[in-house]
């Protein structure tokens, strides 16, 4: 089984069972006439477009490269990541209208024994997901997991939050902790928005992937041929990276040589990166001694 393919067996698992959990609490929404328990059935469905969102990009990011598309479809992939991204602002963003809603017509907030339950277990339900989907994501070096992860951790947050409001108001705290501790986690989802979309934007704008120094240092250490490189570029991501490079070498040195000394240097900077790279070398003609 491919990277994608695990991928979207991943995704395919937590839709399941955010469909099945989402599903039960309609369920007893319906059999026990709680509709704050059937709405927050309805609002676990629409969290699933998350794991939809992550699917279509994995599809379109498996897809080899062609005549149109030389480097590949990765980046359909960090496109999905930024979409979840943008979702987790919307969902910050409500979550601060509705505190704000909250301090123009305040509401003390009840909340029943059975919905108490189903919070709970949500809750539990979120950090595992939460957990087992970071995992996997940091495993296959996947953006959407990682970031449909922090997309499910919103949840838990928004989940937590309600039970601490609920605990803290029965021990006699103002029920205006409850805008309070919204406007906190809104802080959190975003904070988890700008990290997932400042990994997604710099992978598009081909940020360098790769500290130069450091490729350079690699090379001139391991090989005394190598009189000097230089005009480094790297851009892609950790899961597969674009370098080019001009290296120096002896003129002494025939094409057959030079053709072996490039693969040993790919091959090096796979190991020592631990990726897979794509490497693009310009030759050039220098003396030995490279002081």
Do not use: C
């Not at 897809?63 to 479809?73: F, N, Q, V």
């Not at 963003?93 to 709970?120: C, G, R, V």
């Not at 953006?143 to 922090?150: A, F, G, H, K, P």
């Not at 006699?172 to 986690?185: A, K, M, R």
């Amino acid at each position: 089984m491919d990277k994608y393919k695990k991928i979207s067996f991943v995704l395919i698992l937590v839709l399941v069972a955010n469909i099945i959990v989402a599903a039960t609490k309609i369920v007893l929404g319906y059999l026990l006439k709680l509709n704050s328990l059937t709405a927050d059935g309805f609002h676990a469905i629409s969290d699933s477009t998350s794991n939809v969102i992550g699917l279509i990009g994995v599809k379109l990011a498996s897809k080899p490269a062609d005549e149109k598309h030389p480097y590949g479809h990765q980046k359909f992939e960090t496109i999905a990541s930024m979409i979840i991204g943008f979702m987790l602002i919307l969902i910050s963003f409500n979550i601060i209208y509705n505190a704000i809603i909250w301090f123009i017509n305040p509401i003390t907030p009840s909340i029943d024994f059975s919905s108490l339950i189903t919070i709970i277990i949500t809750l539990f339900f979120n950090i595992f997901v939460a957990i087992y989907e970071y995992k996997m994501g940091k495993k296959l070096n996947s953006e959407v997991l990682i970031s449909d992860s922090i997309h499910t951790r919103s949840d838990f947050f928004i989940s937590l939050g309600v039970i601490i409001t609920i605990v803290l108001i029965n021990a006699g705290v103002s029920p205006t902790i409850d805008p309070v501790l919204s406007l906190i986690i809104a802080l959190l989802v975003l904070y988890s928005a700008y990290k997932i979309l400042k990994t997604s934007f710099s992978i598009l704008i081909d940020e360098k992937a790769i500290n130069q120094e450091d490729i350079k240092k690699v090379i001139l250490n391991t090989y005394n041929d190598v009189i000097d490189v230089h005009k480094i570029k790297s851009r892609g991501h950790i899961e597969y990276t674009f370098i080019e490079m001009h290296i120096v070498l002896p003129s002494s040195k025939n094409v057959t040589e030079i053709h072996n000394l490039i693969h040993e240097i790919h091959e090096l900077l796979e190991i020592e990166f631990n990726r897979k790279i794509e490497l693009n070398v310009h030759i050039e003609p220098g003396e030995i001694n490279r002081y």
